[in-house]
């Protein structure tokens, strides 16, 4: 085999392997983004996974039950709906 032939092939295999480790490392880490309002309609179809809820938490619902453990409800609008966070807080909620 010429050089070219064999720098094509290597970088071929390497973009091959690259490819397939990025998307071995995202399946099945996928997680739902639902807003307040749309949580209920969907709360059957995502029982026992992951979702990320997008809203703002009611001024004087939060409960720490210890460090790693707090309760508090989230709202957007006239609805809101309770959380149960268990690890430690991200920056965000801050």
């Given at each position: 085999?010429n050089?070219?032939?064999?720098?094509?092939?290597?970088?071929?295999?390497?973009?091959?392997?690259?490819?397939?480790?990025?998307?071995?490392?995202?399946?099945g880490?996928?997680?739902?983004?639902?807003?307040?309002?749309?949580?209920?309609?969907?709360?059957a179809?995502?029982?026992?996974?992951?979702?990320?809820?997008?809203?703002?938490?009611?001024?004087?619902?939060?409960?720490?039950?210890?460090?790693?453990?707090?309760?508090?409800?989230?709202?957007?609008?006239?609805?809101?709906?309770?959380?149960?966070?268990?690890?430690?807080?991200?920056?965000?909620?801050?």
């Amino acid at each position: 085999m010429n050089q070219k032939l064999k720098v094509t092939v290597g970088i071929l295999v390497i973009v091959v392997a690259l490819g397939y480790w990025v998307v071995q490392g995202v399946a099945g880490n996928e997680v739902y983004y639902l807003t307040v309002s749309e949580l209920p309609a969907r709360k059957a179809d995502l029982t026992g996974q992951r979702v990320k809820i997008g809203g703002i938490v009611k001024t004087g619902s939060i409960h720490f039950l210890n460090p790693l453990n707090v309760e508090f409800l989230l709202a957007q609008g006239e609805e809101a709906v309770s959380v149960k966070y268990e690890g430690a807080t991200p920056d965000m909620f801050k």
